[in-house]
């Protein structure tokens, strides 16, 4: 079996478990730390140290991180819904350091798209596959036969003068206390925009509210076809953990 150990760090929880690489799946259940109020990097640190703590992992297990802002090099970018302090902080070092051992570090949408190819609702999709997640803000991964376009960042599209996730996140939803019927109507004028600029072959729609798809993905007018998320809350973990492991090799007899 191969193994990687993945986490996922969100604006209310801290979330870390080991993977089988294989499958996609947890190796047991989760361990999950709220976020600190003030979440500044070394906070966050401390918490992801705590997570990986509770587990019995070997030292040479790879170990990746997913963090809600755009990673190039290890390098935040800037960070919309966590300390403003991640801003130029180099996630990799930080993450090495508090942890004791190499660690890679990479935008949560992307890793939760990742797995959604690798393992999920995107297996063997070839073509423009477009991941969102829909949280406190919106996440994307853009993945072109197969290949991740990192940090496309296309929940801050300004769309009629606001900044997209500020209107058609769940966080929206919660709240404006919109119905799914009206979050839907955000939805579609969301999701119809990006069908302009991408012209993609499926939309995969992820997050927490993706177990609820039933409720409002019918309602969403769009002519591309769109599925929810199949590893729905695992999906950072999984893809922290796989991005951060070496490809896997194929054994032939
Ligand atoms: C951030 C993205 C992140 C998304 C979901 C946005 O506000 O800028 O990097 O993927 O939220 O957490």
């Not at 190499?102 to 423009?128: I, L, Q, S």
């Not at 072109?144 to 996730?165: F, K």
Request: glycine content about 10%; some cysteine; charged content about 20%.
């Amino acid at each position: 079996m191969s193994i990687a150990f993945g986490i996922d760090i969100g604006g209310s929880g801290i979330k870390g478990a080991p993977v089988d690489l294989t499958t996609g799946e947890l190796i047991g259940s989760r361990k999950r730390i709220p976020t600190p109020e003030k979440s500044t990097p070394d906070a966050v640190a401390e918490i992801c140290a705590e997570v990986l703590a509770s587990f019995d992992v070997d030292g040479d297990t790879p170990v990746g991180v997913s963090l809600p802002g755009p990673v190039r090099h290890g390098e935040v970018l800037f960070m919309a819904n966590l300390h403003k302090d991640w801003k130029g902080t180099n996630s990799d070092d930080l993450m090495t350091r508090a942890l004791g051992r190499p660690v890679r570090t990479v935008n949560d949408a992307d890793a939760a798209g990742y797995a959604e190819v690798a393992y999920g609702a995107a297996k063997d999709k070839m073509g423009t596959v477009i991941v969102t997640t829909l949280g406190t803000g919106i996440g994307s991964a853009v993945i072109v036969d197969g290949v991740l376009v990192p940090n496309t960042e296309l929940g801050h599209l300004e769309i009629d003068g606001h900044n997209a996730e500020s209107r058609a996140a769940s966080s929206a939803r919660d709240r404006e206390d919109l119905s799914f019927k009206q979050w839907a109507k955000r939805l579609t004028t969301y999701y119809a925009h990006l069908e302009m600029l991408f012209s993609p072959d499926l939309f995969v729609v992820g997050g927490g509210v993706s177990k609820e798809h039933a409720e409002f993905l019918h309602l969403v007018k769009v002519k591309t076809p769109m599925v929810p998320a199949a590893l729905r809350n695992t999906a950072g973990i999984v893809g922290a953990a796989r991005l951060a492991a070496p490809p896997l090799t194929v054994v032939t007899p």
